[in-house]
Structure formats: structure tokens, C-alpha cells
């Protein structure tokens, strides 16, 4: 028969009775290993967690409609080249080590929280202050390229208005001097001049037409195409300031832009770790709030306790595993030893 048949509940009870005392050592033993390794052997793991909250404001120039595509930026944050350029700026040196920047972005997690506007930066190592910094460096870095973004688009929009903007001024100017040209052909007062002899009407009154014959009438009537042109000449010089006051404006936010984004570049070129190093550009197109992560006091792994508990299933597991084999063994060469005993 089979030992699977032949062992009934009441056996494996007994089996296990017999041997408690080996799986409680074996348990203990597994546990305490496990301990040792967690206190002593594992490095703590600590996380760093910053956040980054975009809103749009009014300001933009850019048509309702136009929204900034923000998970672009979590491919562009987590390229080499970007956290190459954050190691640079923390002054952290990994020459040595090799693939030390994909190692490094296997701790880096850059994700777009659901159906909102904000990004989470999480960062883990073994260092609680160097995580803190490269989790808040990267989430000014992300702040900065969505502001920078956002500048450079409008930068190019308020171009192409004052493309527009030129050609209208470069129209009005034309019609001016148009308008201009026409009035020196048309002065303000029409005069017109009559002799006696060519009115009859004055004929009637004055009576004796050979001795006045040589009389002139002169007579001066406001030029209606004259003041038409003017009155048009004001409405051009009115839409010509505005123009001009248009265009002033877009130059001095274009400036405005270009000189922001400078700024915004040489700020990505220092590292930052503090609180006070960060700044919520709520001055632009787009409100961009930056949580900073602060220094993690507690470490996320590994979780001391849940190991121990699983060291020690995993040592009662492993023991009855073993004691029963021991038994399977011993039961077969019984077995063997019962049979040949009846053979003879």
C-alpha cells in the first residue's frame, strides 16, 4: 500500500508530536537568522516623496482648448541626460561604478497622478538626505521645464501677432499716406468766382448790366471730400496707435518671456534640498506648485516585521517538509526490512 493511504490524520499528528521540538529549533533559528540579516546584514531603504501641482491661469494667450501635454515631461525628467545633468548639479560622482545612471533610475519613479494635473516623484536609497535632494531637484526641474514650456509657446504666439500686427501697421501707414496725398489735391474751402454778366439772377438785381458788366462774385464753400478725408485720416491715426500701442505690448512680454525663461535656466543649474529653495511660479501661464519631499526619518524596507513572520511560516513549512520525509524514509526501509523478514 501507499504511504499517502496508509498515514491517517491521527499518524501525521503523532509524527509531527515526535518532532516538535526540531521544528521549533529549525523555526526559532530561521527567525533569528532572519532578524540578524534585517538589523544587521540589509540596508534600509528610505523613500522620498515630492509632489508638483500644475492649474492653468488666465494669462495665457494660447486659444481655450490648448492644454499642455504634461506626460511628455516624465520621458523627457527620466532620460539619461536629465539625470545626468541632476548628478552634475548634486556634485554626485559615479564615474567608477558601472551602469550607475540606470541603476540610479530604477529608484526613480516620475509618475502622472490620475485624472489630475500633478506629478509624484519618488526616490529610494539607502541615503536619506542625498534621496531628499534628488526628489526635490527634480521636482523643481519639472516645474521649471513646464514653465519654460509654457513661455516658449507663448513666445511664439505673441511673434506671430506681432507678424500680424506689422503688416496692419505697414496697411495703415500705406492708407495715411493715401489719405495725405488726397488732401493736398482737395483744400478745405472750394472758391468759386462769377461776373454779372454770367448770372442772371444778379442781372435782375443790379439793373444795369453795361455799366457792372465787369463786376465778380466770389463765393467759398466748405470741400465736403476734404473734411470726409480728414475724418478718415483721424480713424487711421487712431487705429495706427493702437497698433503701435499692441505692438509695444507684445514686445515688452516677449522680453518679459525670454527673461523669465533665462532665469528659469540658471535655477535649474543649482541644486536644491530646502524648502525655502523653492519657489511657486504663480506668476506665469500655468500655476505650478511644488510640494518638496522633506528627509525621511523612517525607512520603507525592508519591513522588519513582515519578514520575520514570513521567516518563520517559512521555517515551520520547511521542517514539517523535512520531518515527514525523514519518516517516508524511515517507513520505507521498515517496509523493506518487514519484507524480506517474510521472505525467509
Given at each position: 500500500m501507499d504511504i499517502r493511504s496508509e498515514?491517517?490524520?491521527r499518524q501525521c499528528i503523532d509524527v509531527i508530536g515526535k518532532s516538535k521540538?526540531?521544528?521549533m529549533i529549525l523555526t526559532v533559528s530561521v527567525m533569528l537568522l532572519t532578524t540578524v540579516a534585517n538589523y544587521f546584514v540589509f540596508s534600509s531603504n528610505y523613500k522620498a516623496v515630492s509632489y508638483i501641482k500644475v492649474s492653468v491661469t488666465e494669462k495665457s494667450e494660447q486659444p481655450k482648448g490648448t492644454n499642455l501635454d504634461l506626460e511628455a515631461f516624465l520621458y523627457q525628467i527620466q532620460s539619461d541626460v536629465s539625470i545626468n545633468k541632476i548628478l552634475n548639479k548634486l556634485q554626485i560622482n559615479l564615474a567608477g561604478e558601472t551602469n550607475a545612471i540606470e541603476r540610479l533610475k530604477k529608484n526613480i519613479k516620475v509618475s502622472l497622478i490620475k485624472n489630475t494635473s500633478m506629478f509624484q516623484v519618488e526616490v529610494m536609497g539607502a541615503d536619506p538626505p542625498l534621496i531628499t535632494s534628488i526628489a526635490n531637484t527634480l521636482a523643481a526641474d519639472i516645474g521649471a521645464d513646464i514653465e519654460i514650456s509654457e513661455r516658449i509657446n507663448e513666445i511664439v504666439l505673441l511673434k506671430n501677432n506681432l507678424i500680424k500686427i506689422n503688416e496692419q501697421i505697414d496697411?495703415?501707414?500705406?492708407?495715411?499716406?493715401?489719405i495725405k496725398n488726397e488732401l493736398e489735391k482737395n483744400p478745405d474751402l472750394l472758391t468759386t468766382k462769377k461776373t454779372l454778366s454770367e448770372d442772371a439772377f444778379l442781372q435782375a438785381i443790379v439793373g444795369d448790366t453795361k455799366k457792372?458788366?465787369?463786376l465778380e462774385l466770389k463765393n467759398e464753400e466748405v470741400n465736403e471730400v476734404a473734411v470726409s478725408l480728414k475724418m478718415k485720416l483721424a480713424d487711421s491715426n487712431i487705429e495706427l496707435a493702437r497698433l503701435?500701442?499692441?505692438?509695444?505690448?507684445?514686445?515688452?512680454r516677449t522680453k518679459m518671456h525670454n527673461d523669465t525663461i533665462l532665469e528659469l535656466e540658471d535655477s535649474k543649474k543649482k541644486a536644491s534640498s530646502s524648502l525655502d529653495d523653492y519657489l511657486q511660479?504663480?506668476?506665469g501661464l500655468k500655476v505650478v506648485i511644488i510640494t518638496p519631499s522633506l528627509v525621511p526619518t523612517?525607512?520603507?524596507?525592508?519591513?522588519k516585521l513582515m519578514n520575520i513572520v514570513l521567516s518563520g511560516l517559512f521555517g515551520i513549512i520547511l521542517s514539517t517538509i523535512y520531518v515527514f520525509f525523514r519518516y517516508y524514509l524511515d517507513y520505507e526501509e521498515e517496509k523493506e526490512k518487514r519484507t524480506n523478514t517474510a521472505m525467509r
Open positions: 498515514l491517517t490524520l521540538l526540531f521544528i496697411s495703415t501707414n500705406k492708407v495715411i499716406n493715401q457792372n458788366a465787369a503701435n500701442s499692441d505692438k509695444l505690448n507684445n514686445e515688452t511660479f504663480d506668476d523612517e525607512p520603507f524596507a525592508p519591513n
